[in-house]
């Protein structure tokens, strides 16, 4: 795929201010502060209330990417506001757009990357589909259940426990390669290498 059908949109989900920045939830805001730092960028506010960060990804040359990554400056359920936004002043198609987010269902550091879809009671999702339609890729960045009795609304918005911190890099990381190879090799490629 070819920049002549538009830049690529990488939203990492979130919710802003440094209470959240180390939640199980933020994981998309991780994933995409790495992206950015692999572009050599530093993120800034944009009039679609989100920061952005300019770039390409992928070899020099025409086999890379024009990417741009945000982190939605709104809460996790109203994601959707900046991420159509986005779309219109990049003029990115849907199907380029790929969101981050934490995923319940699948285990701690397990990725599956697909397109299109529910949204699994995840409101994030539900906002981004109710504003663009479900035909946006998928990061889904696994988190596990919540144990015993804990309701998921806490689970969610608690950080990571010290356990799940010692990997939490290298599994930020990896997320980061699945983001780079769906943009750059295509959805088949990134999930025949990533999908866990």
Known sequence: MSDAVGPWLVVGLGNPGPEYAANRHNVGFMVADLLAERMGGRFKAHKARAQVVEGRVGPPGPGSRRVVVAKPLSFMNLSGGPTTALRDFYKVPVANIVAIHDELDID?????????????????????????????????????????????????????????????????????????TLIVDGLERAQSSYNT
């Open 108 to 180: 701690y550091g397990a990725l599956r990357l697909k397109l299109g879809g529910g949204d699994n009671g995840h409101n994030g999702l539900k906002s981004i589909t109710k504003s663009l339609g479900a035909e946006y890729h998928r990061v889904r960045f696994g988190i596990g259940r919540p144990p015993g009795r804990m309701q998921v609304a806490d689970f969610v918005l608690k950080d990571f426990s010290s356990a799940e911190r010692r990997e939490l890099d290298y599994f930020v990381d990896r997320a980061a390669d699945a983001v780079e």
